[in-house]
């Protein structure tokens, strides 16, 4: 079955970096559009970046463009998130993200706390 496990979350002071990982199995992970998606205490969840099958072509959303840098990994079944410039707004637990015949499939979540 479809499984999305995402890793390095952690506390960053403001201005820091930190980088994501979502180890994906259980489907054709090189035909799959892969996303990061965040929530924040008290917010909706909200999408950051997605990385198409076709693996030059990304998306970002206007909060994050410019400082986050999506990329996947298709030997690894990996897809990567690079988090640079990190404010405290950009606390909130993210989570991979996969579309699969039909089915929205999540991981669990890792948090990122940007604090000082």
């Known amino acids: 079955q479809v499984q999305l496990v995402e890793s390095g979350g952690g506390l960053v002071q403001p201005g820091g970096s930190l980088r994501l990982s979502c180890a994906a199995s259980g489907f054709s992970f090189r035909y799959a559009d892969l996303s990061w998606y965040r929530q924040a205490p008290g917010k909706e969840r909200e999408l950051v970046a997605t990385v198409f099958s076709t693996p030059e072509l990304v998306n970002y959303a206007d909060s994050v463009k410019d400082r986050f840098i999506i990329s996947r990994d298709n030997a690894k079944n990996t897809v990567t998130l690079e988090m640079n410039s990190l404010k405290p707004e950009d606390t909130a637990v993210y989570y991979c993200?996969?579309?699969?015949?039909?089915?929205?499939?999540w991981g669990k979540g890792t948090l990122v706390t940007v604090s000082s």
């Open positions: 993200h996969t579309i699969r015949l039909g089915g929205h499939y």
